[in-house]
C-alpha cells in the first residue's frame, strides 16, 4: 500500500437531498480517525471553493454537532452547479485547483454529488494524474434522481421516494373526501429519469395512490393522457394522477415548455409549472371537475423529517467508503451500491466504479418496470424500491421542531510551507 | 338529568384536517359505549348524507380500524361544502333533515366543521328546537384555520402549524445552499386569517425561518413588500418570505385576484396562484435573483405524518366531550378549549359554547402579535403556539408507509318502526 499523507477536501455539488449530509458526515469522521489524512477541509460551494481557496476545517466543528448532519438536509458545506470546461481547450481552472491542493497540502479529494459532479470528478482525477501531482480522487454518489449509472440505486433516491409516496397518500385522502368531481394532479422532480415518479405508486401498493403515473421514459401523448383522465374520471369522479417534470412527447419536446394555444387544446397561455399546464388543459376537457395542481417543490428533496434510515445509513457509509478506499490507496473511483437478497433480506453492498465509467451516462426506469400503456408501474419497481424506503427517520427534534446542525464554518489557512498539521 | 334515547349521527364538513378524524374517533367510541345512544350512525358527506339518507352504521366498523383514524388525514366519512339557506326562508332541507332523523330515530347530532360548519349546526338546532323534536345537537371544532370564535385553539391548526414550521426549516436550509442569489416565496393557506402563516414563525425560532412574514391582518403593499425583500436580499443575497393566500391591499382586495400589468410593476399576466405572482413581480425586482415560489397545497392539511400528538389527542377529546355532554342533557353547544399555564406547563381544558355565540364569528391574529412593520410575528405567537405542536405523530406504518384506517361504510338501515337499535 502506498501511505499517502496529507490534507483531504471533501465538496457537495449539485441539488441537495435529505440525507446528503450524512454522506459527507461518513466521510468527515473517517477522515478524521485516519492517520494518513493530516487535515480534513470542506469546500465552500463545492468546486468553487476549492477555487477561491474558501476552505472550511472541519476538524474544529463540535463533534456533536457534526452528528446532527446525518439527518440535516441541504448541503451542508455548501453547493454549486459548476460546469468545468475540457482542459485540452482550457485548463485555468485546473490549474487554480492545484495551486489550492498545493497550498493545503491536499492528497484526498472526495467530491459528493450526482451525475455533473462525476464527470467534474473525472476531469480533476485525470488532470492531476497528468500533472505528477499525487492526489487521490473519490466519487460519492447523491442524487434524488437516482440516475447515476452502475449503481443499484443513489443516496438521497429513497428518502425523497418516501416524501412523494408518503404525502401521495394522504393527498389521495384528501383529494377523495368531497362528493364533487375532483381530479388533482402531482408533478415530481427528475427531467430524464422517472424514478421519483415512480415511487408514487408505493402509495397505490400501500392502498391509496394515484390513478396514473406519467414517467420520462414513456412519450408523452395529450391526446391518450386527457382520455386516461377522462375515463377513470367517469368511473369515480376523481383521478389522482402523478406526472414527471421531464414529461415530453414524441419528438422530444418537455410538455412543460410546449407552446400553449387557446385553439389547439392546450388551454391558455400562462406561466407556473407543469402541474398548472396540464391542469389548465384539463379544465378545458372536464367541465364538472375542480382541478388542482400540486407542485411539491423543494420540500420532496428536504424533506428530512420523512428521512429513510436505510438511505441515511447507506448515505453515510458511501461517505465512509470513499475515504477508507482512498487511503487504502484507491483513486478516480465513484462508490456505488450493489444489492444482494438473503433468505428474502435486502442488503447493500458497496463497490468501486471507475470515475470514467460512470461520468455522463445515464440510468432510466426499465421499460418493463412501466406498464405497457405507459401509464402506471409494476410491481417489479415496488420490489426495488420498498427495502430502501424503510426506517423511520433518527432527525433529532427540540421542543417538536427539527434540530438541523450548525456548523461553525472556520476557514482554514493554508499550510505554506507543504508540512502536515491536523486540525 | 333528561335521559334521551335514540341513534347519533355524526357528520363531518368543510376542509379536512390531519386530526378531524381524531374528533371522529372520539365520538363514535365514546357513542358507543353509551347507553343512551342506540346506534351511531356517519354522516356521508356531511349534511349532504342527512338530506339523502346516506348514513354508515358506525357499529359495523372493525374497532381496530377505527382506532386507526386517530392518525388518519382527510375527512373519513367524507366532508362537503353545503351552506343551509335561512330556514324563515326556505326550509325545505330542514324538513328533509327532520324527515331522515325521525326515519333513524336520531336524537344527537354532532358536527364536525369550521365556521361555516358551526353556523350549519346552529341553524339545525334552532329549527330542531322550534319543530319540536327532541335533537340534542353540538359542534365539535376543526379547522387549520384557527379562526373558531371563543376558542383558545381548534383542532387540527397545531398538526399544519408544525408542517409548516417544519417545512419552512427544511426549505430554508435548501435554499440558502448555493452561492447564488436566491428569493423563496412559500403560499400559505389561511383567507381571513393568518395563524397558519403566523406558524411559520416557530421555524425562524428554531433557527432556521423565514425573513419576511405577511398575515392578512395587516394590508399589504407590494412598494413595502419589494422594499424588505431588497434589503434582506442586499445584505444577505437570500430572502425567504412566507405569505397568507388571504393577504389583500388597504382596499381589501385580494393580492392574488390583482390585475397584473406588466407597466404597474405588478408583472405579466398569468395565472396561478399568489406565490407565484409576487414571485413573477419579485424577477421584475431583483434581475440577480433566481425566485421560486412554493405552494404546500393540501400538504400542508393532510400531513399526519406530522401531527402533533397534543393536537391529536385534543381533537379526540374534543369529540368525546362533545358525546359525553349531550348525553348529560347539553345541546346547542360546541366544545372549545381554554389554555391554563400550571407551573409553567400547558394545560388544555374543554368548555361549551352556546352556538350562537359561535357561528358567523372569526378569530383573527392580534395585531400585537405581528410586529410593527407588519413583516414578522412577535414572541407571543411562538409561546401561544409552541405548547400545541408537541408530541411526534402516532401514525402507523406499515413497511414504512403509513396506515390508514379503512371504513366499511356499511349503509345504515332506517328503524322504520321508531323502535331502538344498537349495531
Known amino acids: 500500500m502506498n501511505e499517502l499523507k496529507g490534507a483531504c477536501v471533501i465538496g457537495q455539488s449539485g441539488g441537495p437531498t435529505a440525507v446528503i449530509n450524512a454522506s459527507v458526515l461518513g466521510a468527515i469522521q473517517t477522515a478524521l480517525n485516519s492517520p494518513q489524512i493530516t487535515r480534513v477541509l470542506g469546500a465552500a460551494n463545492g468546486i468553487k471553493g476549492v477555487l477561491n481557496g474558501n476552505l472550511y476545517d472541519l476538524g474544529k466543528e463540535d463533534p456533536v454537532e457534526l452528528e446532527l448532519l446525518k439527518f440535516t438536509p441541504s448541503s451542508a458545506l455548501g453547493t454549486c452547479r459548476y460546469k468545468m470546461k475540457d482542459p485540452a481547450i482550457d485548463d485555468c481552472d485546473y490549474a487554480a485547483l492545484l495551486d489550492t491542493f498545493k497550498k493545503y497540502d491536499v492528497r484526498y479529494f472526495f467530491y459528493n454529488g450526482g451525475n455533473d459532479s462525476m464527470d467534474t470528478c473525472n476531469?480533476?482525477?485525470?488532470?492531476?494524474?497528468?500533472?505528477?501531482?499525487?492526489?487521490?480522487?473519490?466519487?460519492?454518489?447523491?442524487?434524488?434522481?437516482?440516475?447515476?449509472?452502475?449503481?443499484?440505486?443513489?443516496?438521497?433516491?429513497?428518502?425523497?421516494?418516501?416524501?412523494?409516496?408518503?404525502?401521495?397518500?394522504?393527498?389521495?385522502?384528501?383529494?377523495c373526501c368531497y362528493d364533487t368531481g375532483m381530479v388533482t394532479i402531482i408533478e415530481v422532480m427528475g427531467r430524464n429519469a422517472g424514478w421519483l415518479t415512480a415511487s408514487a405508486a408505493l402509495a397505490s401498493y400501500a392502498g391509496a395512490g394515484p390513478d396514473l403515473i406519467y414517467l420520462p421514459e414513456v412519450d408523452f401523448?395529450?391526446?391518450?393522457?386527457?382520455?386516461?383522465?377522462?375515463?377513470?374520471y367517469a368511473a369515480t369522479g376523481k383521478c389522482l394522477v402523478v406526472v414527471s417534470e421531464g414529461i415530453h412527447d414524441a419528438d422530444g419536446n418537455f410538455i412543460s415548455e410546449a407552446k400553449t394555444n387557446s385553439n389547439d387544446g392546450f388551454g391558455h397561455a400562462q406561466l407556473g409549472g407543469l402541474a398548472n399546464k396540464l391542469a389548465e388543459i384539463v379544465r378545458g376537457r372536464i367541465a364538472s371537475a375542480k382541478v388542482r395542481a400540486i407542485e411539491?417543490?423543494?420540500?420532496?428533496?428536504?424533506?428530512?423529517?420523512?428521512?429513510?434510515?436505510t438511505d441515511a445509513l447507506e448515505a453515510y457509509n458511501a461517505g465512509k467508503v470513499a475515504v477508507t478506499a482512498a487511503v487504502?490507496?484507491?483513486?478516480?473511483?465513484?462508490?456505488?451500491f450493489e444489492r444482494e437478497t438473503i433468505y428474502g433480506q435486502y442488503v447493500c453492498h458497496t463497490k468501486l466504479l471507475s470515475l470514467e465509467y460512470v461520468a455522463n451516462a445515464e440510468r432510466k426506469v426499465p421499460r418493463e418496470w412501466i406498464n405497457a400503456a405507459g401509464n402506471g408501474i409494476e410491481m417489479a419497481f415496488i420490489d426495488y424500491c420498498l427495502p430502501l424506503i424503510q426506517g423511520e427517520t433518527g432527525m433529532k427534534t427540540v421542543q417538536a421542531l427539527p434540530r438541523f446542525a450548525r456548523l461553525k464554518k472556520v476557514l482554514a489557512k493554508p499550510c505554506c510551507d507543504g508540512s502536515t498539521c491536523k486540525g
Open 123 to 175: 476531469k480533476i482525477s485525470k488532470y492531476m494524474q497528468k500533472s505528477g501531482y499525487e492526489c487521490r480522487v473519490m466519487g460519492i454518489p447523491k442524487t434524488i434522481d437516482n440516475d447515476l449509472f452502475g449503481t443499484d440505486h443513489c443516496p438521497g433516491f429513497a428518502s425523497a421516494a418516501k416524501y412523494i409516496a408518503t404525502s401521495c397518500m394522504e393527498v389521495k385522502h384528501d383529494a
Open 221 to 232: 401523448c395529450m391526446d391518450t393522457f386527457l382520455n386516461d383522465v377522462e375515463s377513470i
Open 296 to 309: 411539491p417543490s423543494l420540500l420532496q428533496r428536504c424533506g428530512t423529517h420523512l428521512a429513510s434510515t
Open 328 to 336: 487504502e490507496g484507491e483513486t478516480d473511483k465513484m462508490v456505488a
